[in-house]
Antibody
Framework: QVQLVQSGAEVKKPGASVKVSCKAS????????ITWVRQAPGQGLEWMGW????????NYGQQFQDRVTMTTDTSTSTADMELTSLRSDDTAVYYC???????????????????WGRGTPVTVSS | SYDLTQPPSVSVSPGQTASITCSGD??????ACWYQQKPGQSPVLVIY???KRPSGIPERFSGSNSGNTATLTISGTQAMDEADYYC?????????FGTGTKVTVL
């Protein structure tokens, strides 16, 4: 069965960086992308970006362009998300999810997130 | 940027039908999907490609998408369906989530 196991909770100070890991199992890792979504306390879901697990190409949400880096390691079926220059409003639960997409001429035409990790709480506080 | 708007809340009596809307410019020209999220849990995909149900999702969940509005319908709503629901679509190289709807089963 498909599983995404995320790393544990983190507490960081403003200005620091955090790296969250997501280990996949139960499917061919390079056949699906991984996306990252976060949810601040009491708020809705916010898409951060996705990475093509096959070739490492990334597509980041505009509000995260300058601060986020997503990587994958196909040898360990692991995806990582690093967020830098943390602020208090980055306090949230960070989820990884498998992204199931359709392509046309190499471009995504739609996608959905069919399996999710349990989330990693990240607290940013001085 | 592309926005998807949902009503903040929907109330429904047990056994009745709940309809949750998701509005966006020409949303019917895109594929919409829906997620259910219960308190303290990860989101779960309940509808994808407008109308399809993943394995394990009850038949009482159905979806439609036309014009500017996608709709998630829960027929014969049960107490266990009480949750937050989010729509999602792809636009201009970005995945967009709706604002979310809290469904209360009274």
């Amino acid at each position: 069965q498909v599983q995404l196991v995320q790393s544990g909770a983190e507490v960081k100070k403003p200005g620091a960086s955090v790296k969250v890991s997501c280990k996949a199992s139960g499917y061919t890792f390079s056949s699906y992308g991984i996306t990252w979504v976060r949810q601040a306390p009491g708020q809705g879901l916010e898409w951060m970006g996705w990475i093509n697990s096959y070739n490492g190409n990334t597509n980041y949400g505009q509000q995260f362009q300058d601060r986020v880096t997503m990587t994958t390691d196909t040898s360990t079926s692991t995806a990582d998300m690093e967020l830098t220059s943390l602020r208090s409003d980055d306090t949230a639960v960070y989820y990884c999810a498998r992204v199931n997409q359709a392509f046309n001429d190499g471009e995504v035409i739609y996608g959905y997130f069919d399996y999710w990790g349990r989330g990693t709480p990240v607290t940013v506080s001085s | 940027s592309y926005d998807l708007t949902q009503p903040p809340s929907v109330s429904v009596s047990p056994g009745q039908t709940a309809s949750i809307t998701c509005s966006g410019d020409k949303l019917g020209d895109k594929y919409a999907c829906w997620y259910q999220q219960k308190p303290g849990q990860s989101p779960v995909l309940v509808i994808y490609q407008d109308t399809k149900r993943p394995s394990g999702i009850p038949e009482r969940f159905s979806g439609s998408n036309s014009g500017n509005t996608a709709t998630l319908t829960i027929s014969g709503t049960q107490a266990m369906d009480e949750a937050d629901y989010y729509c999602q679509a792809w636009d201009s190289r970005t995945y967009v989530f709706g604002t979310g709807t809290k469904v209360t089963v009274l």
